[in-house]
């Protein structure tokens, strides 16, 4: 019985797992994976230090949150998280602008503080879609840890894409490494400056 049981949990684990992937991956919502592209587009694989220590940023905010909101200790307003998201975006984005020399000297530089507070925000946002898959009943931590590293496992592939890409345009095509982070960040901050007017929640 202990064996059957066992399997099913790690059923269970794998089935959450795999949500958490597609959930940040899904291109129908491409609202977290334009936030990861805004974060990270500053970035190539010769900074992979400092990327990782923004994506632990990011990846502590909205494991905080996660949890704090799947135990009911946080209430929110949906509506307000909803267009929060796009408004995290458009911010980071704007950030970007502001980065003229590839040269980043400081410990602790100011994105790594913006990842972390929006993945607070993002954080919320995930929590909404767990919340309608979560059992009423039982331990539910095993499930709020897979789904949490299936996020993780699907941001990772994200930031593995953008820094692919990057490389083929600065590298490969020798663009202009500033140019091609104007024109990066201003494409995903038209599109979540249109998002958030969309979703605006008054």
């Not at 909404?128 to 979560?134: A, C, E, G, Q, V």
Request: aromatic share 16%; with cysteine.
């Amino acid at each position: 019985m202990s064996v059957l049981i066992y399997i099913a949990a790690m059923i269970d684990f794998g089935l959450f797992f795999q949500m958490g992937y597609e959930h940040i991956a899904d291109l129908n919502g491409i609202d977290h994976i334009l936030f990861v592209a805004a974060l990270c587009i500053r970035y190539q694989f010769a900074d992979w230090k400092k990327l990782l220590w923004l994506v632990t940023a990011f990846t502590l905010g909205h494991s905080i949150t996660l949890a704090l909101s799947v135990f009911n200790i946080v209430n929110y307003s949906v509506n307000w998280i909803e267009f929060l998201i796009p408004v995290t975006i458009v911010i980071t984005a704007i950030s970007n602008v502001f980065v003229k020399k590839f040269v980043y000297k400081a410990k602790f530089p100011l994105i790594y503080f913006f990842a972390a507070f929006f993945g607070l925000i993002h954080g919320l946002g995930f929590s909404n879609y767990l919340k309608s898959l979560l059992s009423k009943e039982g331990n539910i931590v095993p499930e709020l840890l897979a789904f949490n590293l299936g996020l993780e496992a699907g941001q990772l592939v994200i930031v593995l894409a953008i820094l692919i890409i990057s490389l083929i345009f600065v590298q490969l095509f020798k663009i202009n490494r500033r140019e091609y982070l104007l024109y990066v960040s201003g494409g995903i901050f038209a599109i979540a400056l249109q998002m958030a007017l969309e979703r605006l929640p008054f």
